[in-house]
């Protein structure tokens, strides 16, 4: 089988398994082809050397150990692909990821994510005026969600009244529904009652100015700029405690329901945490007691 069908029968793959975000593996995987190419290789015979080729194409562009790590992730599940399909015997590239791509705890330990006070936060909030963007952030801050979840929130996924939404299905998490606070109802319908008038409003709960719904990066440069602004983002420096991300909020969501006396098993069922042990299968979370315990926890920003 040719470079150019397999490939674009994994890109079919990846669709049938529901996989919404295919550009990543787009852009790595169909690089890492071409630099297969241009070594006179086929994908099916890549060793640890043509890998190692591709890290330093990586590594030559200054990217993040993040954004490489994510790259071998894409290419992971490229080769897992082929391993199902029977046109090689194994995946070359975990072993590789283990030796090349390892985060050690010595180097994490010393750069910790920054954690804003609920009194920030709400600096934060407040500084912002668009009501999209409050909506935005009150929902990173209040339901600890990641920014690829938000990004596929539809309108129907939003129950007002209930206060209390559902996230797409994803394989990094268990539990979908997620509560939010008075706060945030009051925010998300700020923003649903002007949305209409939004040219490109379609279903997506969040459109952008360009797109019927914003994507990942968007949100990323849009947090940033209101971090910046009230002095809790430095773009200059390298330190992650000097950076504030979409993840920071939810480093927050978590850091101030446990400080606030939240149950862990709660807080981590909010999370989606995926069970881990075997006896977490005979540990059953009532939602409605995870509502009352993370209503009366949750920080209240005073908006």
Not at 194 to 202: H, I, K, L, P
Not at 229 to 256: I, K, M, N, Q, Y
Not at 277 to 286: G, L, N, S
Not at 293 to 302: F, K, R, S, T, V
Request: include cysteine.
């Amino acid at each position: 089988m040719g470079r150019l069908t397999t490939f674009s029968d994994f890109i079919e793959d990846l669709e049938l398994r529901n996989i919404s975000r295919l550009q990543p593996y787009i852009c790595y995987v169909g690089e890492f082809c071409r630099t297969l190419e241009q070594r006179g290789k086929d994908p099916e015979k890549a060793d640890r050397n043509d890998l190692r080729a591709y890290l330093q194409v990586l590594r030559g562009r200054k990217l993040k150990l993040a954004s490489q790590t994510k790259a071998f992730s894409c290419i992971s599940q490229y080769y897992t692909y082929l391993v199902d399909e029977e046109l090689i015997a194994a995946n070359p590239v975990n072993p590789f990821r283990k030796r090349y791509l390892r985060r050690y705890k010595e180097d994490s330990d010393t750069d910790p994510r920054q954690l804003i006070s609920i009194d920030q936060a709400a600096m934060l909030v407040n500084s912002v005026l668009s009501s999209r963007d409050r909506a935005i952030l009150l929902l990173l801050l209040k339901t600890g969600m990641r920014r690829g979840e938000l990004v596929t929130l539809d309108v129907s996924d939003i129950d007002l009244q209930d206060m209390s939404l559902t996230l797409k299905p994803t394989a990094k998490r268990s539990n979908r529904v997620l509560f939010y606070d008075h706060e945030t109802a009051r925010a998300l319908k700020a923003w649903l009652d002007v949305r209409s008038n939004w040219r490109r409003a379609d279903v997506a709960l969040f459109p952008s100015t360009k797109s019927q719904r914003v994507n990942p990066m968007q949100i990323d440069t849009l947090v940033k700029k209101y971090a910046q602004a009230v002095g809790l983002h430095d773009p200059a420096s390298e330190s992650l405690s000097d950076r504030f991300t979409p993840h920071c909020c939810r480093h927050w969501f978590v850091t101030h329901l446990l400080r606030a006396g939240m149950n862990r098993d709660y807080v981590k069922w909010l999370r989606g945490d995926v069970m881990k042990e075997a006896i977490d299968v005979y540990f059953h979370i009532d939602p409605d007691d995870v509502r009352k315990a993370y209503l009366a926890h949750i920080p209240q920003l005073g908006i």
